[in-house]
């Protein structure tokens, strides 16, 4: 399909779990946005962070979790970026890729105070879109004084991978938080257990 909206929902992803696939659900069913892609943040080797799995396992899992679904798909582009990864370098790579598409920022609200010490921000703000899901603590902000954003009256979402990755440690049964062949390839490779 030409001429598509396709919202980039940038994260590590470590791992995914049914609040992102909720998100990503609102996304495309509830604004103009007709393609989801999940960008998969690299392992930033400037940063310690032995919680993180690989790249490739992340990308596998966020595969199995929108299976079959095409209006998701999922991308390794900032694998092969530079590193540490910025999103406007990513932004400027695909529109290239794909001149035809319009590319907009899915983010959280909890963003949009910072979003001035992003990289290049005002060209962000300038060229793209950002549709803004709410975050607990951030839920009112006031999208006039951002510039191209738009908020999104997406559910806030109380998972987080964190607690996800804390709860296996502990011996927690929470298949009902996560796709059924993520939770059983996190139990399969004994993912996150110390």
Not at 91 to 106: D, G, K
Request: aromatic share 14%; hydrophobic share 35%.
């Amino acid at each position: 399909m030409d001429n598509m909206n396709i919202g980039l929902y940038f994260g590590s992803f470590n791992p995914v779990h049914l609040g992102h696939l909720a998100i990503a659900n609102f996304m495309v069913e509830f604004t103009d946005i007709d393609q989801l892609w999940f960008i998969i943040s690299p392992h930033n080797p400037l940063k310690k962070k032995e919680t993180l799995l690989n790249d490739f396992e992340r990308y596998d899992m966020v595969e199995m979790a929108i299976g079959k679904d095409d209006r998701f798909r999922v991308s390794d582009i900032e694998f092969r970026q530079p590193k540490p990864s910025y999103t406007i370098d990513t932004l400027t790579y695909l529109q290239e890729q794909f001149p035809r598409h319009v590319f907009s920022l899915i983010i959280g609200s909890d963003n949009l105070p910072t979003f001035d010490q992003w990289k290049n921000y005002d060209l962000i703000e300038k060229n793209y879109k950002r549709y803004v899901y709410p975050r607990r603590g951030f839920e009112n902000i006031d999208p006039h004084r951002y510039v191209n954003a738009e908020m999104v009256k997406a559910p806030v979402i109380e998972i987080s991978s964190s607690f996800i990755r804390k709860a296996i440690r502990e011996g927690k049964d929470i298949r009902h938080f996560l796709p059924e062949k993520v939770y059983e390839y996190i139990l399969k490779m004994n993912f996150y257990r110390q």
